[in-house]
């Protein structure tokens, strides 16, 4: 048993016996052999950086990233479409539903640094209807990949009209780009904005609905 697996054997151990199978408990399941590859190459990277990687605050490092690295990832096991057709109702109902701040976490793919913000999603049925945890679950699956926000939005976008087959969607993301703001051009306060529209939201008047919600405070 290699260094990586005697630690996720640990790990593994140390959470079933935590809570004594006392009330609620989240369990996080990796792939053993996908971790364990990651976690050597994310100690050699360690090494290439001029580290030692077996010093104390470095020891369990690689294990820790290659989880990590995983968890940010999660999106590409995830099918957004099956996350809509799993509940789907019918509704006569043909007015704009909008969830708005959506939060989003995401890694740039050029870099690897984050990129965060809120996401702005609205849709009007077209004789069907999804649930409301549903949209951001989409948002979630595909910002949980390798992404540019710019693809962020209309995946999204794509994903909820094919779908649903509403008579419009429109989604609106604003980000703050960790690659502009530690390296680079280095403009902390450098936000960005995308936005993409289909159907009825292509009209003027229903656009500005849209842009009218996501500002508005109702409560």
Known sequence: MSYFSKQLAAEMEFSLHENNGNGYQKIERFNDDRTEELAEHYKQSLRLLGEDPDREGLIKTPLRVA????????????????????????????????????EIYSLCEHHLLPFFGKAYVAYIPNGYITGLSKIARVVEAFARRLQVQERLTTQIRDCIQDTLQPLGVAVVIEAQHMCMQMRGVQKQNSVTTTSDFTGAFLKKATREEFIHLINAKLY
């Open 67 to 102: 989880k990590s690295m995983q968890f940010l990832t999660q999106g590409y096991e995830i099918n957004p479409v099956e996350i809509l057709q799993s509940a789907m109702f019918k509704e006569d109902y043909r007015q704009m539903v909008l969830v708005k701040n959506i």
